[in-house]
């Protein structure tokens, strides 16, 4: 079965503070990358982050980091110095290749930034 | 650089009737995916085009079918339509095998009455 479970269907903080969502996905592919996307009300699929399975190194992108636990088919999201623009549903996601490049995502965290 | 635009961005549709949902890729992209978000869910992969061939198909029946044009652009047909069809269908391209990531359209809004 090839499925992400995303446990945090919503969560609520305060800006600028720290807050991690988590993801834990199921695929018996070797070759994969993972990805999470936000989805504010614009409902266009902006990408936040990338990580290659085969990368020990855990991606960054300025405020955004994951933890990627490879054995444990973890991957999180954590979000610094949240800001109110941060307010939107987040997507984690994995990318395998069967012939296409297909996208699986979870359910979503519904996410706010309060001020 | 442009990104991926779609149109309609919102559609009503009778039980039955036909639609047809278009979508213009990111220039020099030449794949491009449809997915299937119901309300409350995440995206679901319906298939994918390359340079004007589908490569691949999700768990959709064969009332739901497309086309890539020479330019790369996509259309998404969906005969017969039922209730369960109401969803926002969004549209992703890609240079090649995507593996940096989608760029998405905003998708169009299908409402089935």
């Known amino acids: 079965a090839q499925t992400v479970t995303q446990s945090q269907p919503e969560m609520s903080v305060q800006e600028a503070e720290t807050v991690t969502l988590s993801c834990t996905y199921d695929?018996?592919?070797?070759?994969?990358?993972l990805f999470w996307y936000k989805q504010p009300p614009s409902r266009q699929m902006i990408l936040v982050i990338r990580?290659?399975?085969?990368?020990?190194q855990n991606a960054t992108e300025n405020r955004f980091s994951v933890n990627f636990q490879k054995a444990a088919k973890s991957f999180s999201l954590k979000i610094s110095d949240s800001q109110l623009g941060d307010t939107a549903m987040y997507f984690c996601?994995?990318?395998?290749?069967?012939?296409?490049?297909?996208?699986?995502f979870g359910q979503g965290t519904r996410l706010t930034i309060n001020p | 650089e442009t990104g991926v635009t779609q149109s309609p961005t919102h559609l009503i549709k009778t039980r039955g009737q036909q639609v047809t949902l278009r979508c213009s890729s990111q220039s020099g992209h030449n794949t491009v995916s449809w997915y299937q978000q119901a309300l409350g869910q995440g995206p679901q992969f319906i298939f994918q085009y390359y340079r004007e061939e589908e490569n691949g198909r999700g768990n959709f029946p064969p009332r739901f079918s497309g086309l890539q044009f020479p330019n790369y652009s996509s259309e998404l047909n969906v005969n017969a339509l039922e209730l369960d069809d109401s969803a926002l269908y969004l549209c992703?391209?890609?240079?090649?095998?995507?593996?940096?990531?989608?760029?998405f359209g905003s998708g169009t809004r299908l409402t089935v009455v």
């Open positions: 996601a994995f990318m395998i290749f069967q012939g296409a490049q297909k996208l699986v």
């Open positions: 990580q290659e399975a085969y990368k020990q």
């Open positions: 992703a391209s890609s240079l090649g095998r995507g593996a940096y990531g989608y760029t």
């Open positions: 695929t018996s592919e070797n070759n994969y990358y």
